[in-house]
């Protein structure tokens, strides 16, 4: 599966951004997606994850209340909606799919996009 991630930008702390990760390829009714994020000179790191069957999904503790993970069946995409946006949320943005939706360590997920950059000014 192909994964191509966009919506990132510049906004000001306490607004929103809305990310979307289209698939090609394969339908993402076959994995677990998930969103990851990477500040510089920081690891990769868990934000947010759904499952497809289900819809049951996983926050890390820094975004739970703010950001909202989603999916769209039929056009094979998966979404994150970020309010209350904060300077520690600045980071590049990576979709990713996988087999769980509880695997918050990034290693564990073999396909990526390409990320996409989100800048939160104080």
């Known amino acids: 599966v192909q994964l191509q991630a966009s919506g990132g930008g510049l906004v000001q702390a306490g607004g929103s951004l809305s990310l979307s990760c289209a698939a090609s390829g394969r339908t993402l009714s076959s994995y677990a997606t998930g969103w990851f994020r990477q500040a510089p000179g920081k690891e990769r790191e868990f934000v947010a994850s759904?499952?497809?069957?289900?819809?049951?999904?996983y926050y890390a503790d820094s975004v739970k209340g703010r950001f909202t993970i989603s999916r769209d069946n039929a056009k094979n995409t998966v979404y994150l909606q970020m309010n209350s946006l904060k300077p520690e949320d600045t980071a590049v943005y990576y979709c990713?799919?996988?087999?769980?939706?509880?695997?918050?360590?990034?290693?564990?997920?073999?396909?990526w996009g390409q990320g996409t950059q989100v800048t939160v000014s104080s």
């Open positions: 759904i499952s497809w069957r289900v819809s049951r999904t």
């Open positions: 990713a799919a996988g087999d769980y939706t509880t695997s918050f360590y990034f290693r564990q997920w073999p396909y």
